[in-house]
Structures are given as C-alpha cells and as structure tokens.
C-alpha cells in the first residue's frame, strides 16, 4: 500500500488559505518520486463547501465537522487529530508555518512522538529518513536537517515557497464527526479580533519608505522623514522597529503586519527575513539600501545599494529637492 | 501565581558567520551571547504578572557554563530564583531534549504558569514551548501579545497573534504555558553595574543534565543539522548602483523617472 502524507488544511474567513495550496505544489514531487499518496484534512463547522473544493486537488479529503472545531484552538483540533492520524498512518503530517501551525504542530509532534521539523524551505526523503532545509539566525545561515527514523513525521512548510496551481480531480468528500467531549478543554476560545483600523492606511500609498533595526535610534528617524517628504512616500516599518515604540503598530508591514503592493518601496536598513519580505514582495519596484552586500534584501530588490544610509539617503534628497526646484 | 520563565542564551551573529570545517557546526569561538530577544520579552512578562497579580519569577536555562550569564541577568531583571540545567561539553542536543530536560526539572517545583519566547534567534524553531506544554500535561497559547489573570475562575485571558493585524482571544485554565511575541511590553533596562553586582553576589542552583536524565528514558535527539552553510542572496535580478552617494543617488532617481516611478 502507498504511504500516506497528510496535509493539515488551513482557512481563515471562509477561504481555504494560500499556504495549503503551495503545500500541494510542495509535495507533487516528493509523491511523485515516492509513489505517496497525498491526503488532507479540514477542520471546522459548516465548511463543507471549502471541504469540496479541497478534495478535487487530492486523493482523499477528510472533512472533520464539529461545532467545536469552528475556530482553531489547539486542543480541540489535537483532539480530532490523533485519532485519524492513528487510522491514516501517514508518513508525513504537514501544514503551514503560520501562526496556526507554529501553535499546533510542535504539540501534536510531540503528541505522536515524531520528529519536528519547523519552517522548511524545501523537503525530501533519504532512504526512508525525512531531509529538510531551513534557515538559522534569521536567514544568515541555511542548514540541512535530517530527522531520525520514524514511523511518520511532522513538517510546517514557510508561506510563498511553492507557488500555488488549480488542481480538477474528483471530488469526493469523507466527512467525519469527532466526539470532541467540551467539558475536558482547559482552553476556550473566545473570539476572532480584526485588524484596528485606526491611523495611516500604509496599503494605499503609492511610495513606501520601509525602516528596518540598521536605522539603529529612534532619533535617526528624521533622515528617513525627510526622504519620504520629498518623494510623497509614507514611512512603514519591519517588527524589531515597531517592537521598540519608534512607529506605529498601524505601520508594520510584513507577515503579522500589513501586505502592501506599492508603486515604490524603499528598504532602508532592512536585513531582508522572509516575516518582512512576504509583505512587500508585491510591489512594483523595490529599492534596497543595505551596509551588508549578501542581506537578503537584494534577492527581492530590483535596485540595491549597499552602503550606509545616512550617506546615501541625504544625498538623493538633496538630488530630488534640487531637480524640483528646477522644475519650477 | 508561581511562573517559570525559560531563558535561551543565543549568538549574536556578525554579517559572516563561520563555519567549521566539518561543514555542519558553526564556530561560536569569540562571539558574543545575549538573552535570545523573545525570551527577554517573556521574562518581562513574567516580572509585570508578578507584579501586578503577586507572585515569584524563577528562571531557568539549559547549558554549558556560559549560561549563567542569562541566568544572572534575569536575577537582576528581578527573578528571585535561578535554576541552570548544566549541560557536559560537546554535548549534542535538539530541542525535544532541551524541552524533555526542562520538564523534569520544572515537575519537582510547584508552577501556576511557564513562559517562553515564541522562538530561539539561533534556530527560530518555536518548538520548545509546546512541546515543554505536552510534557508537563498543560494547555498553551502560543505568539501570545496580551496576558490577563483572571482570579475568579484561576485562568488566563490572552490574545495570540496571528497573520496581517488578527487577534485571537483565549481563556486558559492554569497551570498553562504561553510561549511570548516580541512587542508585548518594553523589556526593562538593565545597567551593566547592577548585572556586576548580582555577579558578584547571587546564587544560581546547579542541576546537572546527566543527573536529569539518568532517570529517564526518550531523551534522544530526534534530528541533527547534517549541513550548514552561508546563505548568499540572488542579486542576479537587481541592478546593483555604485559609486560615491552623489553618484549612486543620481543614478537611482535617473531610473526610478524613467520607469515612471518618480
């Protein structure tokens, strides 16, 4: 019989979320090559119409219903979990590396006693033992990691790796109702909170000047300003920055923060981790400036240039002022 | 409220890592440590929980000597009580020991509530904190932004984020463990001649790993690091400006009008 992977399907209002659908362009190699046979599972209360539309794109679906499984909570979902992940047998459990994942797939590894292998960029098997490859210290360095043998292993793949394609098979649905017995749950789930919508909305600006931890002090910040003054750009900022109070939490941009699609972003001091990356990887024309040549910033930038902002940033404003005044 | 916070003491990384030659291990001679930034923001928790709700802080880390630096430093942060997990030389471990370790040290004390940070600056695994939760048998929040105690039913009111600005609100039965986002407060300020001081002068209890784990079974690594090396970025796709700022500048905003972006 094929060995079995089983994907942990993702949705977040009423949409199947992006990253599981790169998780199946992912694994169509892996299965490919090892003969597996992809299955997945959705969680959740009155999905079945995300159920349908998943199970065309994979050999089995599973749709496990429950009033308690409406919204994620790791217990319940763990609950419903085990028992099919007993049944199925997979050798792999994958999902995505987003906050659902990174809240429940180390527990439920550690559950099934199976290696945990977090973040992945990419994924193959070596005689029957899972290799992996994943970033440290933020990006600088990239390793291979390989887990001991194991009867079955457990995987979060990082969003944006693999691009998703449209997937037409049968679908056919396996609808299961687990006995998720409430009154044993020491968690509660309480509410889903939107994003604030107070403050500057940074999606709609044409020009984005992004500040990233090389500004180094709040008071630096002027230099930037000023730049941003003369191109009519708004000032965003990567987490370290937001972090330490020096903007608004409204003008983080990145994984938890916002995804801008601007005209221009300028990356001032941005290191360039893939949390801030997925953010601005949209925008039209990306400008790096950075002290340190291999930043990860100029894998996405179409203009890099690498040296130190406070020299380079003064001198295109002073450019810019100076051609404007011509044109007068 | 009895709260646990686990400190991971982390390298802080220059622009050019090295790497030893067996192409797998990372030469940390001559670099500098730090208290890993999540777990700083974790042990600020704990102290503002303490605080507010009464309560004692103690911390505890895993390591070889070095990291009672960590140790130190969340004693005069304000922790009153420091355990250090002293790990033998060479010793290799993933995070399923670390987190096996933890949990059998942390079973012989009375705890309401564990705290870690949501992930380690040198791995960014996130994986010591719920793991640590399914051994000690307890519910856990992870990327927690907000903690309430809430007296009347002895749980935890917290909002974890997620992605693009969302919020989910939880309530947890203690004992739990919530693993910590950076932002969530301001870690406090500590002068380097009140860290001499409680050098000087506090006392971290010695535990030793083998002792911990002698008695127990399945604290074998569950992975390894078979390759390590430099991460060099695709510049193939950027224009690269140089030149002196004047020039680079020029050149820039020469492209940027003719592409209609300026």
Known sequence: MAEKILVIAEHRGEEIRDVTWEILSGLDELAGAHGMEVHAVILGYGHERLAQELSGAVAKLYYMESEGLKFYTCERYLSALMPLIKEVNPKLVIMGHTAMGMDLAPRLAAAMDSPYMPDCLDFRFDAGCLIVTRELFGGKLRSEVKAVEDQSYVLTLRSGVFTPKAREGEKQVERIVPQLGEEGFLTQFLGLTEPPKEGVDITKADIIIGVGRGIGDKDKLQVVEEFAEVTGGVLAATRPVIDKGWLPKERQVGQSGKIVKPKLYVACGISGASQHTIGIKKSETIVAINVDPHAPIFNIAHYGIVGDLFEILPAITSKIKSIKSLNK | ?262
């Not at chain 2, 505890?60 to 960590?70: C, R, T």
């Not at chain 2, 693993?179 to 300020?189: A, C, D, E, M």
């Not at chain 2, 010695?206 to 390759?227: A, H, N, R, W, Y």
């Not at chain 2, 060099?232 to 680079?248: F, N, Q, T, Y």
């Open chain 2, 1 to 262: 409220m009895e709260i646990f916070v686990c400190l991971r003491q982390t390298a802080i990384l220059k622009e050019e890592p090295k790497i030893q030659p067996d192409g797998k291990t990372l030469d940390l001679s001559g670099v500098n440590r730090h208290l890993n930034e999540w777990d700083a923001y974790a042990l600020e928790e704990a102290l503002l929980l303490a605080q507010k709700y009464g309560g004692n802080v103690s911390i505890i880390s895993l390591g070889p000597q070095e990291v009672e630096e960590v140790l130190f430093y969340g004693l005069a942060a304000g922790a009153k009580e420091a355990i250090h997990i002293l790990t033998p030389e060479g010793l290799e471990i993933d995070n399923w020991v670390i987190a096996n370790a933890l949990a059998q040290e942390i079973k012989k004390h009375p705890f309401d509530l564990v705290l870690t940070g949501a992930q380690a600056e040198d791995d960014g695994c996130g994986e010591v904190g719920a793991t640590l939760a399914h051994l000690l048998g307890i519910p856990h929040a992870s990327l927690v932004m907000r903690v309430v105690y809430e007296p009347e039913t002895n749980s935890l009111k917290v909002d974890r984020e997620l992605e693009e600005g969302y919020m989910d609100a939880l309530r947890l039965r203690l004992p739990a463990l919530l693993t910590v986002q950076t932002g969530i407060n301001q870690p406090r300020y500590i002068s380097s001649m009140r860290l001499r001081r409680f050098k000087k002068s506090a006392t971290i209890s010695k535990v030793s790993f083998d002792d911990l784990i002698s008695k127990t079974q399945g604290f074998l690594p569950k992975k390894e690091i078979v390759k390590l090396y430099t991460y060099r970025p695709d510049v193939s796709k950027a224009k690269i400006l140089e030149g002196s700022p004047e020039a680079v500048a020029e050149q820039l905003i020469g492209q940027l009008i003719s592409k209609g972006v300026l």
